[in-house]
């Protein structure tokens, strides 16, 4: 399976039943992706033998109806994008100078349907950021230890009667994560075998009950906090 179709599917997850609702006319979500990685080719600079250069910064313009459809989706859009890229960089062999930021921008000299990308070299700190998707909802994981279940106390409430009240943690160190399961009645999967306790590697699908969540590591720039909002003047 390729890169593009990797990235339909994931976006089918994120955004569910609406992916085909929202896209029957106008840009497409493998459209955007197509020119981002033009525009890393076409970028790219060999400064020496065992390291070529592509711009972390990327800015998509579209035009204002394109640009309301694609923002509906909320971060995950952006979420796609940006594992999208480190993927394609890394088959590349690809450098970036810093942590990723892609922005999408409403431009009223489109057409619908068209997509222009920009770029540039951006230095600076890469902060690699924890997230978890869970029915097209983004959660980042701001603690060493997360606690998933539909109890109240949980950290991650669960709309699922599957799950238990606290059915299971997440830790992570600031480079790796483990998943943990609490003692629950019904049981976790890790990419579709059961699981006590594991090292949880980016892109993996933990399944509790009817919940399925998808856990991603991302490059991010280190002075951004919402990569969403990663151009120069404001956010979207």
């Given at each position: 399976m390729g890169l593009l179709d990797s990235f339909e599917r994931g976006l089918e997850r994120a955004v569910g039943g609406a992916f085909a609702k929202t896209f029957k006319?106008?840009?497409?979500?493998?459209?955007?992706?197509a020119a981002l990685r033009r525009e890393l080719?076409?970028?790219a600079a060999v400064v020496s033998r065992d390291r070529i250069l592509v711009p972390n910064e990327l800015h998509v313009a579209l035009s204002p109806a394109d640009h309301a459809r694609m923002d509906a989706?909320?971060?995950?859009?952006?979420?796609?994008?940006t594992q999208l890229l480190q993927q394609h960089a890394t088959a590349q062999r690809y450098s970036f100078p810093g942590g990723i930021s892609i922005s999408l921008e409403a431009d009223h000299s489109l057409a619908e349907g068209v997509v222009a990308v920009s770029s540039q070299t951006v230095k600076g700190s890469v902060v690699w950021s924890p997230v978890l998707d869970i029915d097209g909802v983004r959660h980042p994981l701001t603690r060493s230890r997360t606690v998933i279940g539909r109890g109240s106390e949980?950290?991650?409430?669960?709309?699922?009667?599957?799950t238990?009240?606290?059915?299971?943690?997440?830790?992570?160190?600031?480079?790796?994560?483990?998943?943990?399961?609490?003692?629950?009645?019904?049981g976790t999967r890790l990419n579709g075998e059961p699981v006590s306790r594991a090292?949880?590697?980016?892109?993996?699908?933990?399944?509790?009950?009817?919940?399925?969540?998808?856990?991603?590591?991302?490059?991010?720039?280190?002075?951004?906090?919402?990569?969403r909002t990663r151009r120069p003047g404001g956010g979207r």
């Open positions: 006319s106008g840009v497409q979500p493998l459209e955007i992706s080719d076409t970028k989706l909320g971060e995950s859009l952006i979420d796609e994008l949980a950290d991650i409430t669960l709309d699922d009667t599957g238990s009240r606290k059915h299971l943690e997440i830790l992570w160190d600031g480079e790796r994560a483990q998943v943990t399961d609490l003692g629950s009645t019904n090292v949880l590697p980016p892109d993996s699908v933990i399944e509790l009950g009817r919940t399925r969540i998808l856990f991603r590591v991302l490059a991010q720039r280190g002075d951004v906090a919402d990569p």
